[in-house]
């Protein structure tokens, strides 16, 4: 009977030394995972930091935005969401500082007249390939490299950010500066006003400033929130005023456009409530009141609104 006892404990005795043997085994197991994992992010940490602090060497050593360019597009997979954002903020801002120099090229007159002739002649002006001087060709070409397209307002031609070549980049940086370059597309895919005139719908209007300010609401905290912020307040002022030539309440008669709001009330039946949406929902209101004539109560409700909106 003691035999079996001492057997017995000898076998259980066995089988709890073999357990902490394996626990033992798996912790050590699992502190060697961690301390590898530790290296692999250390590694990763300093690689990302050597990418960035050669981009900014690079900027602050080249104006050639080409080359700058051509760095992002490179490296910009080999980083995280938030040092992908940093690298194409960056790059936007030195395309903006170069912007005005570069101007200078599109100002001499034989320039702007073969621009014009082949405006004229129906060709896609921002087509290299459909452009057979070469002198152009060169000009569209450097336009291309640096990030640019060529615009054209009251017979000027000149360069502005080509925002559509930023889509590439969408899916690799933070949500607000994928929104950002979402809202900028469409500035530069299709710009709002040309000579002081609407180019684009009363619906589209109301609709990219519901846009911008639902960015403002989201990304309060975003490095584009002060950018998007002055362009929201230049929509405010077209949603409620108009433009120049395309005023929101005629000069003659002061009637408010049958367009604009018969517009407006379809797009305020399809959009969230917000700030504006009441807003403009008060403007329809206040006008409906006054016989859609821009009286006196109806212009100080404009004036209103955009002061209480801190808009300049």
Do not use: H
């Not at 590898?36 to 992010?41: A, E, L, W, Y």
């Amino acid at each position: 009977m003691i035999r079996k006892v001492l057997l017995l404990v000898v076998i259980i005795m066995c089988i709890i030394l073999t357990l902490i043997g394996c626990s033992a085994t798996k912790q050590a197991d699992t502190g060697g995972d961690k301390s590898g994992q530790s290296q692999i992010i250390d590694q990763e940490s300093k690689a990302q930091k050597a990418l960035m602090s050669e981009f900014n060497a690079l900027l602050e050593n080249n104006d050639d935005i080409a080359e700058i360019i051509k760095y992002v597009d490179n490296n910009i997979t080999k980083l995280t969401p938030e040092n992908a954002s940093q690298m194409v903020i960056k790059m936007e801002k030195a395309q903006q500082d170069y912007l005005p120099e570069f101007e200078t090229k599109f100002y001499s007159a034989s320039i702007a007249q073969k621009f014009f002739d082949a405006y004229k002649n129906g060709i896609d002006i921002n087509d290299v390939n459909a452009v057979q001087d070469q002198e152009l060709k060169q000009l569209l070409t450097q336009t291309k490299d640096a990030g640019f397209k060529v615009d054209t307002a009251e017979g000027m031609f000149y360069p502005i950010i080509d925002y559509q070549q930023y889509r590439d980049y969408t899916t690799l940086v933070t949500p607000d500066i994928k929104a950002y370059i979402d809202i900028m597309s469409v500035e530069s895919d299709n710009p709002p006003a040309k000579d002081a005139a609407l180019v684009i719908g009363w619906d589209e209007v109301l609709t990219r400033a519901l846009n911008q300010e639902k960015f403002i609401n989201t990304y309060d905290a975003s490095a584009k929130f002060s950018d998007v912020q002055k362009l929201y307040g230049l929509y405010v002022q077209f949603c409620l005023l108009g433009t120049n030539n395309t005023p929101l309440f005629s000069y003659d008669d002061k009637t408010m456009s049958f367009e604009a709001k018969s517009s407006y009330a379809k797009v305020l039946a399809e959009s969230i409530p917000s700030k504006l949406t009441k807003i403009i929902q008060g403007l329809l209101d206040t006008a409906e009141q006054n016989n859609y004539r821009l009286t006196a109560e109806v212009e100080d409700y404009r004036k209103n609104c955009i002061k209480e909106l801190g808009i300049n």
